[in-house]
Structures are given as structure tokens and as C-alpha cells.
């Protein structure tokens, strides 16, 4: 590619000029089988069973996985999160980010190619395009052809059927912050609140929109994961790969033609591998940006080869480094377990280990002590000295639970007001304390306390540090 | 608009901002007008440093169109908003008027939610949970800055669980105390009383009222002194509600116990205030409020488990 300096050489015949913005030109991915389509297609079953099917799972008496944002309680099946346990969304991000450096270092834009929304949407709803209007050809001939009946009814069908999946999913998307029984009920009576009928809508455009004409789009321009992951792409990174050695020259040729006695390579030009390109590109002129990973090209390819009685893998996942040194796949595969990849798992798996310990052995019970705000310290009847906080204690179970509050760190502190409480499944209440100790058994200042709260039971034992003023 | 003292900055701002939007639409159509000429191996024909080339990646013509979109939300915007220098817009939006819509409609959501607790006598609704978790927190908002969270007070600032009450504790006089405010003023006194001398000697027979250690002999002298104090807080200590005067036989200190302090206020007086909440709060919340703190000390009538 790199070529000296260009010297600007004025052209002869003119050329043909271009806007700054270019007008989108529609695809029209060809249908494709093989090896990885069936793996795209077990990834769209996996992740949607998952998407539309979570919200209706039950786990005793309510939704086993729900986002509570009015409440601010998150229920994960068993486990009541609070705002307070918002690090456990940090964790799972770190996790899904530090899974995406790890895939993208060993085979590239897995995720794009295979699990992304954006392809799994656009695979379904290419789908129902298949489906409704025919392979590559026949939708091309029918976008080309005039308008008629048979051209409304079959475009009339896809849109309905898109817009019925879009509406299911924008609602699905809510109920995962609506219980969704609830939710489907008023779907009947078309009885949504403001926000649930905007939500539902918003999700239902943007799916709409994003897999039924965004499509490539998206990952070409919008999506920022796109760009950077090719920042994580190593020369021993599995990409999408055409062997040009083996293939160029390219040419027709007959199938029954001797290929050593030809003066042509293994590529017999059919295009197919651009015809199944979700995002338009020809994988022959190398790695693009606009590649997404998802090897639609690598099967075409090979059915092509069958047919051919070529050897496979003239597509293929290989690395960079594999294709200049005409690499072995033992060879090949030896380069994954390099110390990028290795670092990128031990991190990775400590991590789901960290947190997976931390989910299961939490306390499931908060406690904030606040100092009350008016009266810093006062005298009371008795010779007792006094100090008051509010605690917040909150049940993170889903029992009603009655917690008993001591405190300790001073010679002779009491508490003088009630000792336990009751408070209600995943429910969190303020408790005025009263704190006392005898007058003059504690110097004049500032003294660490210790407030512990615990259940009645003894399962759930929580401490806070607090300070108790003494007045000058 | 009050923040502009002349019209200069508002001509200035909206001029800014037109010309501003304007030349963004400038930009567009100069850039879609445009026309490039791509050399053989797609780039835009740029050089840079010997060998840096500018590939020709056209952005998508449907992004412009979001540009203008964009404009033309912008300009709707700022026809409909308040965004113009001191234009207020045609919705006559402001944050204020925001604010009050907010609290009517709050207001109005909670309307029956208040009127269950007005159909209730306050020692019926001290028994209420439900009413008394509202109490809680319309105490913690609006009282708990000066009688504490605990609603026990500190120096200064009377304990409303101790069933002493300087005004009366019956709710009716609770809702009194709520909407108009106290003052408690007790007037220096030291010239009625006499010498030095006295003030101290009625100091001790004060504290001798509630049985706290006191100078017996100088309480016997102080004892005829007391008529001067009398007046208000009785013969025999006792306060009296209808003027807010203390009990002092009652052994509860709000402005500080022993001699000193007793010679202090006797000296020098004291006006203690307690603000009237009527603009503030409710009658409804007042009524809500009044049974919270009348359940502090008392019993609720229809005795289910009383709060805290």
C-alpha cells in the first residue's frame, strides 16, 4: 500500500466527481448456510430466549428479575440490590468490557458479528425479509419493479410483521423495569402510563428503525465499539481472512477445468462472498473497518469450494501473522495462548470469581448513621450526657426482620432509647438513637463509637462507625 | 428580564445565537453543494507530512439530514422557550411556573390521602401508622432543625416527648403552637426583685421547687422575693400555659440548670421565639403534625402500637 509521495498528476480524461455525503445504498444480503450462519442463528436463539424470556420467570411471589427504578430496588432472582450496590453494575461492566478486550484479542469482532443487538436484530428481521419477499434477487427485482398490488401486499406484510416484533420488544425492554404481568394486562385495555406508552414506543422505533433500515449503518458510522476495537487487533488476532496467495489471479473457469493447469488462482470470481456481505464490503481487498466478523463470507466461500472440489479456507478465520508465514492451524493456535490473552483471562476470571464470592456472601443489611443535625450534644435528667443519630437500617431481605441496635467504643455508653426494631421486607426506615454516657466520664471532644446493628437471629451483623461529642 | 440591566445583552445573546445557527446552515449547504474529485485509490488527494493521506470516507447523506433536524428543533426551540436574550416564548415556560405546577399537582394528589387524616381526631390518628409515617417526615422537614430528629430538643429548644408543656400539650393547643408561632418572654427582672443578693437568694428557692440541691437558708430568704415572680409563674411554681410560663417545680431546665443560670434569667430576661408554620404547612399537615407530636408523650386513643 504504501507507495512514494503522490505527485499530483492532473487527469486527462475528467474523473467522475462526488458529493461530500454519500447517499446510503441498500443491501441486500443473500441468504447464506454453513458452519458459523449456524452459529449466528444458535446465538440469536440464546440471547433472545434470554431477552424476551427473563421478565416472565417468577421467583416466589414477584418478577425474578426486575429494576424497580421508582422504588430503587433491584431483585437478580434471589438478591435484593439497593442503589447502595451499585458497584455491582461497575463489576459487571468491568466484566463485559474486560470480555470484550479478551474476544476481540483472540477472533476479532465476535461480538459484533455474533451476539451484538444491532446483527441479532438484523438478522431476524432480515428474516422475515427472506421470508416475505424472497432471497437477494427477488427483492432486488422487487424494489427495481413497478408498484402493484402483489409489491404492497408482500412490503405491506414485512412492515407489519417489523413493526409487531419492534412493539414486542420495546415492550419486553419494559418490562424489565415494569412488572410485566402487570404490563401485559394493560396492553389489552391499551391502559400504559405516559412513560410506559413512551418507552414502549421509543424501544419499538429504535429497533424498527435501527434493524429494518439503520442496519449497517450503525456499525459503520454510529457504533464507537466498532472503531476501537480494531485498536485491539494484534498480527495474531483471528480475523476474517482471504488467502489472496491461493486465490489471485481470479477467474472464471470451468468446473471441470484442471486447476495446475490453469494460470489462475483458487478464486473463481462469483462474487457470492460480496452478495452475503451484511455491510456491502469485498472481504477479497482485505481487512475493512466496516467488517463485522460474522464469517457469512467464510461459509459462502466454502460451499463454493465444495462445489469446486477446491480444499476449503479460502475465506477464513486466520491471523495476520498465519498468512505471511503460511502458518499451520496447530501453529496458529499456539499464538493464542499469548501473554495478552493470558493477562486479559487471569484478570477476567478473578474478577467473576471477586464478584460472584462478594454477590454470595453479602450481608443482606445496610446501615447509615447520621448524626442528628440540630443538637450536638446535650444534658438530660440523670447526670447522662446526650447524644442523637438517625440510623438508616435496610432490610435487604425479602422477610420481615426486627434488627436490635447496640452501641460501643465509650466507657459506660448506653442506649436510651428503643433497642429493636421491625421493618418490612426490602423495606428501609429512619430510627431516631439516643445515646448516653454519666456526665464527666469522657473528656471534652470528639470519641469514635461503634453502632452494630443485627437481626434478631444473628444471621446479618452490620457495623458503623459514628463519633459522640462531649461539650466543653 | 431583571438580570439584564439595559437591552444590550439580550440584542447581543440573540444575535449571537441567530448567526450562530445561521452559519451551521451556511456550512451545510456549502458542504452539500460541493463536489470532490476522488484520486484512484480513494483518498481526497490531501498530503500531509510527506506521506500522510486523507482517505475519501464520505459521512452518510442521512447524517446531514439529522443536522438539519437538528436546526430546525433548535429554531422551534427557541421559538416555543424562553432562549433569545429576554424573549420569554410563546409557552410561556419558567421554572418557577414549573416549580408551581409541580406542587399543585402534588398537592392535589394528596388531597385525599389528607382528607382520611382530617376526618380523624389527632388521638384517634396518633394510633394511625400510616398517618403518623407522613408526621414523621413533614416533623423531620420542618421541626426537627431546632426540637432535634429525636423531637427531645437540646438547651433552648423545649423536648416535646416529656409531656411538659410550656403552651398546652391538648392537640388543639398543639395546632395553635403549629400555625401562629410562640414567644415565650420572660423580662429581666432583677430590679423587681431586689439587691444581688436577692436574685441569688431567689435562685436557690427556685431550685428548692423541684428538690434540686440547693442553700436552704438562702432559699427561706429568697422565698418572700418569689412574689415578684409570682405574677406569671405562679405561687407556687407552677407556671401557668396561658402565658407561657414555665413550671419550675418541675425539675426540666430548657434554658439551663443551677444557680447561674437562674441568676442569668432573672437578670437579663430572655425572648424565645418559636415561628408561626401557617404559610408554610397545611391546616391538614399542621393537623398531621400536631398528632405526631401529641403521640410522643401520650397514648394514642384507639390504642394499636404507638411510633416512637
Known amino acids: ?472 | 428580564m431583571s438580570d439584564f440591566t439595559g437591552n444590550f445583552w439580550s440584542v447581543y445573546v440573540t444575535v449571537f445565537t441567530l448567526v450562530g445557527i445561521l452559519a451551521c446552515l451556511l456550512l451545510l449547504w456549502i458542504t452539500a453543494r460541493k463536489k470532490v474529485t476522488p484520486s484512484a485509490d480513494n483518498t481526497t488527494g490531501h498530503v500531509w507530512d510527506e506521506d500522510l493521506r486523507e482517505m475519501n470516507n464520505p459521512m452518510p447523506r442521512w447524517w446531514m439530514w439529522l443536522f438539519v433536524l437538528t436546526i430546525i428543533f433548535g429554531l422551534g426551540y427557541l421559538v416555543a422557550y424562553p432562549g433569545l436574550g429576554s424573549y420569554k416564548g410563546k409557552l410561556g415556560w419558567t421554572t418557577h411556573g414549573e416549580y408551581t405546577d409541580e406542587v399543585e399537582k402534588a398537592n392535589k394528589e394528596l388531597a385525599p390521602l389528607y382528607a382520611q387524616f382530617t376526618a380523624k381526631p389527632a388521638e384517634a390518628l396518633a394510633g394511625d401508622p400510616a398517618a403518623m409515617a407522613v408526621g414523621e417526615r413533614l416533623f423531620m422537614n420542618n421541626c426537627a432543625q431546632c426540637h432535634g430528629s429525636d423531637a427531645r430538643g437540646s438547651k433552648g429548644f423545649p423536648n416535646l416527648a416529656d409531656g411538659d408543656w410550656l403552651h398546652g400539650g391538648a392537640p388543639a393547643k398543639l395546632v395553635e403552637t403549629i400555625t401562629q408561632g410562640r414567644q415565650g418572654n420572660m423580662p429581666p427582672m432583677a430590679a423587681a426583685v431586689g439587691t444581688p443578693d436577692d436574685v441569688k437568694n431567689v435562685a436557690h428557692y427556685v431550685l428548692s421547687l423541684s428538690g434540686s440541691p440547693h442553700d436552704s437558708l438562702r432559699s427561706q430568704l429568697g422565698k418572700a422575693k418569689f412574689t415578684a415572680c409570682a405574677a406569671c409563674h405562679g405561687m407556687d411554681g407552677k407556671g401557668n400555659q396561658a402565658l407561657g410560663a414555665p413550671n419550675l417545680t418541675d425539675d426540666i431546665w430548657l434554658h439551663g440548670w443551677g444557680e447561674q443560670a437562674i441568676v442569668n434569667m432573672v437578670n437579663s430576661g430572655k425572648v424565645n421565639v418559636m415561628p408561626g408554620q401557617a404559610g408554610k404547612l397545611t391546616e391538614a399537615q399542621i393537623h398531621v403534625l400536631s398528632a405526631y407530636v401529641w403521640g410522643l408523650s401520650n397514648k394514642p386513643a384507639t390504642l394499636a402500637t404507638a411510633r416512637p
Open chain 1, 1 to 472: 500500500m504504501q507507495e512514494s509521495p503522490v505527485r499530483k498528476i492532473i487527469p486527462i480524461v475528467p474523473e467522475e466527481e462526488v458529493s461530500l455525503y454519500e447517499a446510503q445504498k441498500k443491501l441486500y444480503p443473500r441468504s447464506v448456510t454453513g458452519l458459523f450462519a449456524r452459529w449466528r442463528w444458535g446465538f440469536v436463539f440464546l440471547t433472545q430466549l434470554v431477552f424476551y424470556g427473563l421478565p416472565w420467570l417468577e421467583w416466589g411471589q414477584r418478577q425474578a428479575v426486575l429494576f424497580d427504578l421508582g422504588a430503587r430496588r433491584f431483585y437478580l432472582f434471589g438478591v435484593v440490590l439497593y442503589p447502595q450496590d451499585f458497584i455491582y453494575l461497575t463489576g459487571l461492566l468491568v466484566i463485559s468490557a474486560l470480555s470484550l478486550f479478551l474476544f476481540t484479542a483472540v477472533a476479532g469482532r465476535l461480538w459484533c458479528g455474533f451476539t451484538c443487538p444491532q446483527t441479532v436484530y438484523t438478522e431476524i428481521f432480515l428474516w422475515i425479509e427472506r421470508k416475505v419477499e424472497g432471497d437477494r434477487s427477488a427483492r432486488m427485482r422487487l424494489d427495481a419493479g413497478p408498484a402493484s398490488a402483489r409489491k404492497l401486499l408482500k412490503k405491506g406484510t414485512k412492515h407489519f410483521l417489523w413493526i409487531a416484533l419492534s412493539l414486542w420488544t420495546g415492550f419486553t425492554f419494559v418490562g424489565y423495569f415494569t412488572p410485566i404481568q402487570t404490563l401485559w394486562a394493560e396492553a389489552f385495555t391499551l391502559s400504559f402510563g405516559p412513560w410506559e406508552w413512551f418507552w414502549v414506543n421509543f424501544y419499538a422505533i429504535a429497533t424498527y428503525g435501527n434493524a429494518g433500515f439503520m442496519r449497517e449503518q450503525v456499525c459503520k458510522y454510529m457504533c464507537p465499539y466498532a472503531r476501537f476495537q480494531s485498536a485491539m487487533f494484534d498480527r495474531d488476532t483471528l480475523i476474517v481472512s482471504y488467502d489472496a496467495a491461493r486465490g489471485e489471479p481470479r477467474g472464471a473457469r470451468s468446473r471441470k477445468a484442471d486447476l495446475s493447469t490453469l494460470a489462475l488462482g483458487a478464486c473463481v470470481d462469483c462474487t457470492l462472498c460480496v452478495q452475503v456481505c451484511p455491510t456491502g464490503i469485498d472481504i477479497r481487498e482485505g481487512l475493512q473497518y466496516e467488517c463485522i466478523g460474522c464469517a457469512a463470507c467464510v461459509d459462502v466461500c466454502d460451499t463454493v469450494m465444495d462445489k469446486m472440489n477446491y480444499p476449503r479456507g479460502l475465506i477464513r478465520f486466520s491471523t495476520q501473522n498465519a498468512m505471511a508465514g503460511q502458518w499451520s492451524n496447530s501453529q496458529l493456535w499456539r499464538r493464542v495462548r499469548r501473554p495478552r490473552v493470558l493477562v486479559y483471562s487471569a484478570i477476567l476470571l478473578a474478577l467473576c470469581v471477586g464478584i460472584m464470592w462478594s454477590l454470595l456472601e453479602r450481608t443482606p443489611l445496610k446501615v447509615n448513621v447520621v448524626r442528628d443535625r440540630a443538637a450536638l450534644s446535650r444534658i438530660v435528667a440523670g447526670g447522662k450526657l446526650e447524644n442523637v443519630y438517625r440510623l438508616q437500617i435496610m432490610n435487604a431481605t425479602e422477610q420481615p426482620q426486627r434488627y436490635r441496635i447496640t452501641a460501643s467504643g465509650l466507657e459506660g455508653l448506653a442506649l436510651a432509647s428503643e433497642a429493636e426494631f421491625d421493618i418490612g421486607p426490602a423495606e428501609s426506615r429512619w430510627v431516631p438513637v439516643r445515646l448516653q454516657i454519666g456526665y464527666g466520664s469522657a473528656a471534652p471532644g470528639s470519641h469514635a463509637i461503634e453502632f452494630n446493628v443485627g437481626d434478631i437471629a444473628g444471621e446479618s451483623r452490620v457495623n458503623e462507625k459514628s463519633i459522640f461529642l462531649v461539650p466543653r
